[in-house]
């Protein structure tokens, strides 16, 4: 079974769309994120939701917005997609908020042309 | 800004030799991390390192942790083909209080081990 699973693997959109990605986990964990991972495997956190609260929210613009219905899922809305956004995005989570062991999806290839 | 850096940037090893990946911070941490990502996939964690500590294993993994020198190295000994991926290290900074999980990735080391 898997612990944390994203949908679409593999997205290719045109520049002005809007794009949702999936992620649930079924680890039963009170935490989860999402990362973006660039073309030179830079990973940088983008938001990390505790119960379904918001505690971590980088500076990222404002098309990105995550949803979180309950602490199982954390779905990325990305509105007026730009090419700069093409990158890997993963979705991850951990027992708690603490910082400890993150487990990652598989990730999402968002390539917008 | 980026916290881990890791070095090298790129390792090629023939199978059975060791590799070793080292990694450097800049502030306070509360622990470090090692993550393993193979080609197309998400991460996978490693191993974790506690500030306190200065040694772990895992198999036939070793992690060292020098605080003063603020930087860790990976050891993989007796390498296989299977071990090709990239390493990073994430540290967790010490932020006082409740730190909420907010690892910073360096770039990795990609390791590739010959057959």
């Known amino acids: 079974d898997t612990a944390v699973s994203q949908t679409p693997k593999y997205l290719v959109t045109q520049m002005g769309n809007d794009k949702s990605i999936k992620c649930e986990q079924n680890?039963?964990?009170?935490?989860m994120y999402w990362y973006k991972q660039d073309s030179k495997k830079f990973l940088k956190i983008m938001f990390s939701?505790?119960?379904?609260?918001?505690?971590i929210n980088e500076t990222v613009p404002n098309r990105f917005s995550p949803k979180s219905p309950d602490k199982a899922h954390l779905n990325l809305h990305i509105n007026s997609l730009e090419l700069g956004d093409s990158a890997v995005y993963f979705c991850?989570?951990?027992?708690?908020?603490?910082?400890?062991?993150?487990?990652f999806g598989e990730g999402s290839w968002l390539t917008v042309v | 800004s980026q916290q881990g850096e890791e070095d090298p940037q790129a390792l090629s090893i023939q199978e059975g030799e060791n590799a070793t990946m080292n990694c450097s911070y800049k502030?306070?941490?509360?622990?470090l991390q090692w993550y393993r990502q193979n080609s197309g996939r998400g991460l996978v964690h490693l191993i974790l390192?506690?500030?306190?500590?200065r040694e772990k294993h895992s198999g036939r993994l070793r992690v060292t942790l020098d605080t003063s020198k603020k930087s860790s190295s990976l050891l993989i000994t007796a390498s296989r083909a299977a071990d090709t991926a990239s390493y990073f290290c994430a540290t967790l900074p010490n932020a006082g209080g409740t730190s909420y999980g907010k690892l910073t990735f360096g770039q990795g080391t990609i390791l590739t081990v010959h057959p």
């Open positions: 939701y505790n119960n379904k609260e918001l505690i």
């Open positions: 502030t306070s941490i509360n622990n």
């Open positions: 390192i506690r500030s306190n500590e």
């Open positions: 991850a989570s951990s027992q708690t908020a603490s910082g400890n062991t993150i487990y």
């Open positions: 680890l039963g964990h009170d935490t």
